[in-house]
Nanobody, 121 residues
Framework: QVQLVESGGGLVQAGGSLRLSCAVS????????MGWFRQAPGKEREFAAG????????YYADSVKGRFIISRGNAKNTVSLIMNGLKPEDTAVYYC??????????????WGQGTQVTVSS
């Protein structure tokens, strides 16, 4: 059984930075595309950033492009999201996602429990 373990998040002032990390545990014999989605209060979950199984391709929502950086870790099926220049509108619960194919379409097979990111103005 595959589980996603997230860490990071918290409270930061506008303009600050945070780092989120996620690791796949369980059935890790294969590589997964991984990514991050977020859901703000009263809004639908939206794609934030994704990375291919090889790490050779990255994808970003327009709202975070140029501020967020997604990368794969040295350990298999780990991913980090560095969030710079945070804005109050980035406040949301951030969810890690993993899928054998792609994570950009909100139909990933596996999801983390979510971690809160709060940006104060």
């Amino acid at each position: 059984q595959v589980q996603l373990v997230e860490s990071g998040g918290g409270l930061v002032q506008a303009g600050g930075s945070l780092r989120l990390s996620c690791a796949v545990s369980g059935r890790t014999s294969r590589y997964y595309a991984m990514g991050w989605f977020r859901q703000a209060p009263g809004k639908e979950r939206e794609f934030a950033a994704g990375i291919s199984r090889s790490g050779g391709s990255t994808y970003y929502a327009d709202s975070v492009k140029g501020r967020f950086i997604i990368s794969r870790g040295n350990a298999k099926n780990t991913v980090s999201l560095i969030m710079n220049g945070l804005k109050p509108e980035d406040t949301a619960v951030y969810y890690c996602a993993a899928d054998p194919a792609t994570v950009v379409d909100d139909k990933a097979d596996y999801w983390g429990q979510g971690t809160q990111v709060t940006v104060s103005s």
